[in-house]
Structures are given as C-alpha cells and as structure tokens.
C-alpha cells in the first residue's frame, strides 16, 4: 500500500512538473511570435507571394528604443524561395531584401533563376518601390485599410524577348480585420503591367491592368492559412495565364517566418494562355 501511495505522489508531481513547463513553454511562445507579414515576394518587395501587400517592410522593431535612426531606416528583411513546377520540369529560386525608410518608403531588391530540363537557365531582377500613403486605421479608425502604390523595374536575359525590361505600377489596399473571432488579412489591388510570365519571357509593347488579391486568416498568433490570387495580363499575341496559390505560414519566432504553398500558374498544355502547370514553393524569410 506504501509503495502505490509512493507511486501516485509521483505521478501527481510529475503532473504538477510537466503542466508548470507547458505553462512556460506557452508564454515564451507567445512571447516570441512576433514575425509576421509582409514577407519578401518572389520579386523581393513587402508582399506574400506573388503580390505586394500595401504594409511595408522592416515592421520589427524594437518600439521602446530611443535611438532616432528607427525612424528613418526600418530593420532589413530578406526572403528565399524555391518553387517547383514538376509538370513543366522547372525549378524556380528567388532571393529579396527590403528597407524602409521613414516608415513610408520601401526600397527592394529581387533576384530570380528559371531552370528548366535542357534549357538554359533564365535569369530575372526586380528593384522595387513603395510608397505608404495611408497607415492603417488612420485618424483613430478601426476600418481604414493601409494604402500604398508602387513600382517594379524588372529585367530579364530570355534571349527571346521582345522587350528585356519594363515598369510595373500598382496600387494596394490592405485591412487586418480584428473583430471576427479570428483576424482575418484582406489585401486587393490593381496592376499595371507588360509582364509574360512575370517577366521571365521578357515584356510587351502593350500594357494591361489586372486585379490581384489575398485573404489569410490566423487561427493561432504564430500560423496565418491563406489564399492568392494573380489575374494574368492580356496582352499582342501574348496572354498570361491566372496564378493562384493556398499557402500556410508558421511565425517560428520575432526574426523567422517558414512558409509552404500548392501554387497553379495555369494550364501548361493550354493554346489561348501561357501556363506553367502546378507544383509547390517552399520559402525562408528572417526580419532582423
């Protein structure tokens, strides 16, 4: 009888151990999660995947510093990509950076490298801008979204282009909704481009608008589970094919953000829209 009494005091302190380090494990936890969107898209801006996001960059900082510079030069992020479109025989890297300045302006950079079975690797840049025009929930509001526009000059060394370089300018809306019983991230906005293939294939004479979206709900702080959406660009003889994407992203801790997507770029046998098949990314992304 002493030794099962023994043996149930054991237990219930072991109970008591594993409940007081569960307890702890969750605060530094929730201590920690502090990463967070926007990451650095595959064209290096502040955005998700393919899209921007009207947020800019750098937003982790320490707020209690006193330091002046926080207020001009945010904290560097970068971001890396790998997509793989099996049906095609792709292999797409990406690697970006971003600042921003003031807290308005964000300058990036995006390198990109198109591999594909028995052909010769293609190779992209993006240097991009943005410009906050309005901060979210500005004047004491609860509803006002953040609002920026921007710019993409974009290159690429596809020996058959046409055009080897061209701008992008959009415009970007974007509201983290807090009154539901989760948040819930809406961004949407306008492009205007003269992209092929986001400019892998080169660009065109003609340029055209095009709607792009994003929804992410948070189920956790750390885990946001989400949807994009890219309308393909109509363009002479060249038509873009819709990309798509269902992504989850894990907030690791304040600096690393982990992310992994099923991503569609259309239909790759199709003879009306240029598609690259369906496959999957994977993407690291550290803010310091």
């Not at 207020?71 to 971003?98: C, H, M």
């Not at 992209?124 to 500005?138: P, Q, T, V, Y």
């Not at 885990?223 to 109509?234: M, V």
């Amino acid at each position: 009888m002493k030794n099962v009494k023994k043996q149930l005091n054991g237990l219930i302190k072991l109970i008591k151990q594993t409940e007081w380090i569960a307890v702890v494990a969750g605060l530094l936890l929730a201590h920690s999660t502090q990463a967070g969107v926007p990451l650095n898209s595959l064209q290096g801006n502040g955005g998700v995947a393919f899209n921007p996001l009207a947020y800019t960059s750098g937003q982790n900082k320490d707020t209690t510093a006193t330091n002046s510079w926080d207020d001009v030069l945010s904290k560097p992020q970068f971001g890396a990509w790998y997509v793989s479109l099996g049906e095609v025989n792709v292999d797409w890297t990406a690697i970006g950076a971003s600042e921003t300045l003031f807290n308005r302006l964000e300058l990036s950079y995006g390198y990109e490298a198109i591999a594909q079975d028995g052909a010769t690797t293609i190779h992209k840049k993006s240097i991009g801008a943005k410009l906050l025009l309005i901060s979210e929930n500005a004047g004491g509001t609860s509803w006002v979204p953040a609002i920026s526009v921007g710019t993409l000059y974009k290159s690429t060394d596809f020996s058959g282009a046409a055009n080897d370089s061209a701008f992008d300018y959009y415009a970007v809306a974007t509201k983290l909704i807090t009154q539901l019983p989760r948040p819930v991230l809406v961004s949407g906005g306008v492009l205007s481009t003269k992209e092929q293939v986001t400019g892998v294939f080169g660009f065109n004479d003609k340029r055209d608008v095009t709607f792009f979206g994003n929804i992410d709900i948070l189920p956790t702080s750390n885990i946001a589970l989400g949807l994009e959406y890219k309308q393909g660009a109509e363009l002479d003889d060249f038509k873009n094919a819709d990309y798509w994407d269902a992504h989850a992203a894990w907030f690791a801790n304040e600096h690393l953000t982990l992310a992994a997507a099923y991503v569609n770029t259309g239909d790759e046998t199709s003879t009306s829209k240029v598609g690259l098949g369906n496959g999957f990314t994977l993407s690291a992304q550290y803010a310091f």
